[in-house]
C-alpha cells in the first residue's frame, strides 16, 4: 500500500490549503487516518487523526482551523487548513493505522510566509 499525499506549497499567512492523501489500494483493517507534521529541527507531530467511525482529534495548535475528514470509498484523507500561520510551515505526512501497522506517505511541504 502506498500513500501519495498533494496540495502542500506556498501560502501567505491567513492563507488556506487543502491536503489530500491517497491510498493506493483499499488497507484490511484499518482503524484510522491521520495527518502529521515535521518542522525544521523539530520533532514530527500529529495534527489531526479521524477514525473509522468518524471520531477527530486536533492538536491544540491547529484546533478550530483545521479540518480532517475522509472519504473511505475512495481510501482518502484530507486536511483542509485554514488562518494559516508562519508556525505552520512544515512537511506534512499522512499515516493510515491499521491493525497490521501502519502507512506512511512521503510528505507534502507547506510553506506560510509571513
Known amino acids: 500500500v502506498q500513500l501519495q499525499a498533494s496540495g502542500g506549497g506556498l501560502v501567505q499567512a491567513g492563507g488556506s490549503l487543502r491536503l489530500s492523501c491517497a491510498a493506493s489500494?483499499?488497507?484490511?483493517?484499518?482503524?484510522?487516518m491521520g495527518w502529521y507534521r515535521q518542522a525544521p529541527g523539530k520533532q514530527r507531530e500529529l495534527v489531526a487523526g479521524i477514525s473509522t467511525g468518524g471520531i477527530t482529534n486536533y492538536a491544540a495548535s491547529v484546533k478550530d482551523r483545521f479540518t480532517i475528514s475522509r472519504d473511505g470509498a475512495k481510501n482518502t484523507v484530507y486536511l483542509q487548513m485554514n488562518s494559516l500561520k508562519p508556525e505552520d510551515t512544515a512537511v506534512y505526512y499522512c499515516k493510515a493505522a491499521a491493525v497490521a501497522g501502519d502507512y506512511w506517505g512521503r510528505g507534502t511541504l507547506v510553506t506560510v510566509s509571513s
Open positions: 489500494e483499499r488497507i484490511f483493517s484499518i482503524v484510522g
